[in-house]
């Protein structure tokens, strides 16, 4: 209350108290005579203004002082501070506002496999005929049957730890089938112990419908294409020049045809693959599984497959890579021979395994044990012998605050910089040697201690690009794939980054906090924040995964949205466009230029006016709907493309 002393109010009113508001002090005369008059005890929440301008949250509680006469004398008052538990309260509350305007749907159940807290969209899709579902468990609110058989066995998984990754057809009473992506991860507390589930839950229905059709109109076309031999040359344009790895396999396995994106992705000559088995080129752990969906399309069983399976490339590298096998049928109505089409995603599984390992593998460790731990699932995603996460001291040296070598932590040091790697890393923000890591820096003794071969450092900085230190790899062997070695080690320096700048500033979550803050980290959404001089406060892993820009590079910067938008003239018409439309709308498509030059259409929703976060500005949550847009524009294509087909097929018969 602004006392020095606990008898230093004795003898004195609320008018001499120097630290109280001269309004604070007439509310307190208020309150004191309610009191009196009613003669009743009151408890009251307020934040008084003292006269040095401060505030503090007080609970207040005051009844009417009686002397054993029962002689009503004064008022008797006990004040409680709970300033950092409203300001507790006022965080999760905004935390959760956010998910709440989540798009996808979001629940975290218990072990008990009972609803603890889901979200609007969670509830307008399985809350049909008014059923309550916070409390309830999944076997109340989706039927007994799909739980046990279908829900729990996945759901005892998750809660022994392990990440649930899945997509289906659903059905559901007095509702249309849908296809949605489920995942679903264990909530972990600081403890280590696992207490629920999360699952997040993302609509794909019109995906998987277009996906649907394009697979149709592909069956089709090959069979129009098939009649119509005067078509074959527009074909084999296509098939040659396409961007998309296309190959057609015999019925055998072997390679028919191969095109140009196809050699690229294997690093192979056409003349290399003509004729050699499929399998031969898969990964061989993916090998029975590869042969046993593609037997079935071979044999007719299914139409075809979406097969997910990692190739091995002629220079040894691994591509991860989605193929769609569709059976091409012959004039006896049997599969004459398989079309394969190729989506590579080496990027998007590496980008997603660096993000599970550093969540799965920091989740639960804080402090002195968080950057060992992140050290240790690096050097399992490089396949590194050496990781050393430092900190810059001084200017000529670095103590390393993790060591992992020889697959276990090791002991601390200080080293000095001069003549090192680590010093060509922090002055040019990153370095790479692939190999004579020892002859190109002889003066570094340690070097040699650790069988050094090739080298790949990344600067750490805080968010106004001061250098706080270094993350680097260290292999005995020259060091392979460059571009995704790098792109894992800027994920997990990003995230080395972000722990460092916050141990140094020493601010601690509260739990609440941390768990809405942990479930917004998992969700497989864009979200962003500017504030009013349209300077981006907020971009999150998504974010960064989608447009290719890092946190680092985009929060702060004013010239962020020049990026974005590099038409000034379609970047003014949208900045007017969206001033008209305000801070309250859903779905509204804006092409965006990523950082290697491409565009991505996001679908951004906005209820900045509707949950208000002050200290973000401006927040909003996007769907990347790219693919999406580009399936429904090649499918029109195609259908005019089949129609031409199809005409020119009728004045021929």
Known sequence: MGETAPDAG??????????????????????????????????????????????????????????????????????????????????LQRYVHMVEA??????????????????????????????????????????????????????????????IRYADWFSFPDRERCFRSVTMTPYVENSGEITGIVTSIRDLT?????ELRQQQLLEDRVQAEMAQRQSEAGFRAVFEQ?????????????????????????DCQAADLISQHYAEFVHPEDRPVARSLTSEVASGAVPSHLIAQRFLRADG???????????????????EFLACVYNDVTEQVIAEKAVRNIFEGTASVTGADFFPALARHLADSLGADHILINQLTDED???????????????????????????????????????????????????????????????????????????????????????????????????????????????????????WRNILDNMPVLLDAVDSNGIVTLWNQECERVTGYSADEVV????AFAWFYPDSTYRQ??????????????????????????????????????????ELGVWGIGVDVTDRRRAEDALRRSEARYQRLAEIGRAHV
């Open 10 to 91: 004795i003898g004195n009113t609320d008018g001499e108290r120097s630290r109280l508001d001269h309004d604070c002090e007439r509310a307190y005369r208020e309150h004191d005579q309610a009191i009196l008059e009613a003669d009743k005890r009151l408890t009251w929440e307020e934040q008084p203004l003292y006269s040095d301008g401060t505030f503090r949250w007080v609970s207040t509680t005051k009844l009417p002082l009686r002397t054993a006469q029962n002689e009503l004398i004064g008022v008797f008052g006990s004040y409680e501070d709970i300033t950092d538990r409203v300001l507790a309260r006022q965080s």
């Open 102 to 163: 989540a798009k996808d749907g979001i629940c975290l159940v218990d072990t008990d496999y009972r609803y603890r807290i889901i979200n609007s969209t969670y509830r307008d899709w399985y809350g049909y005929n008014d059923l309550p579902i916070l409390g309830q468990t999944i076997a109340e609110v989706l039927g007994q049957d799909t739980f046990e058989h279908r829900l729990k066995p996945l759901h005892d998984r998750c809660l022994n730890g392990e990440t």
């Open 206 to 210: 019109p995906l998987k419908q277009s």
């Open 242 to 266: 396409s961007a998309v790895s296309m190959a057609q396999v015999a019925i055998d396995g072997t390679y028919l045809k191969v095109n140009p994106a196809f050699c690229q992705l294997l």
């Open 317 to 335: 590298a691994i591509r991860h890579v989605q193929a769609m096998v569709t059976a091409v049928q012959g004039h006896e109505d049997s599969p």
């Open 397 to 515: 040296a670095l103590t390393t605050l993790a060591f992992w070598s020889g697959g276990a932590p090791q002991p601390t040091f200080t080293y000095g910089l001069s003549d090192t790697p680590c010093e060509r890393t922090l002055a040019e923000g990153w370095f790479y040697c692939p190999e004579g890591v020892q002859a190109a820096f002889p003066r570094d003794a340690d070097l040699a201690l650790l069988n050094a071969e090739s080298y790949l450092g990344i600067a750490l900085a805080d968010e106004d690009g001061q250098v706080l230190g270094e993350i680097c790899a260290i292999h005995s062997q020259p060091l392979q794939n460059f571009d995704s070695s790098m792109a894992l080690l800027r994920i997990f320096a990003a995230r080395a980054s972000a722990e460092l700048e916050r141990q140094r500033s020493n601010q601690a979550l509260v739990a609440n906090e941390a768990k």
């Open 556 to 559: 702060g910067n004013p010239e």
């Open 573 to 614: 018409e949208m900045l007017r466009a969206w001033e008209e439309r305000g801070n309250n709308y859903r779905d509204w498509e804006w092409p965006l230029t990523c950082k290697d030059g491409s565009q991505r259409i996001i679908a951004w929703s906005n209820l900045s006016d509707l949950f208000p976060i002050p």
